[in-house]
């Protein structure tokens, strides 16, 4: 079993910034791409960020030069740094992560519960 934690979720000025954090726990014996995605009301969910083992990252044309996404393989943890933040940038915020598992040997694709973020305007 593995559990994803959000938290950094909250209510900010437009033009304001919030940091988001991930952290997996569990049977994790390796943690591969993480990622962030987004769903506004109404709209499908939508990738905002994602970050390779490695460090290579890719960014949704809206958010780039505004959000950061970083990783500590140490810790299991993803963040997103949004700065600048927009109206348009009110969703729940999900964290995704694909690791292998060490008992059972498995590779999954796991969601945290999500956060929700609001951007005042």
């Known amino acids: 079993q593995v559990q994803l934690v959000e938290s950094g979720g909250g209510l900010v000025q437009a033009g304001g910034s919030l940091r988001l954090s991930c952290a997996a726990s569990?049977?994790?014996?390796?943690?591969?791409?993480m990622g962030w995605y987004r769903q506004a009301p109404g709209k499908q969910r939508e990738l905002v960020a994602t970050i390779t083992s490695d460090a290579n990252t890719d960014y949704a044309d809206s958010v780039k030069g505004r959000f950061t996404i970083s990783r500590d393989n140490a810790k299991n943890t993803v963040y997103l740094q949004m700065n600048s933040l927009e109206s348009e940038d009110t969703a729940v915020y999900y964290c995704?992560?694909?690791?292998?598992?060490?008992?059972?040997?498995?590779?999954?694709?796991?969601w945290g519960q999500g956060t929700l973020v609001t951007v005042s305007s």
């Open positions: 569990g049977s994790i014996l390796r943690s591969h791409a």
């Open positions: 995704n992560t694909r690791v292998t598992t060490q008992s059972p040997y498995k590779y999954l694709a796991v």
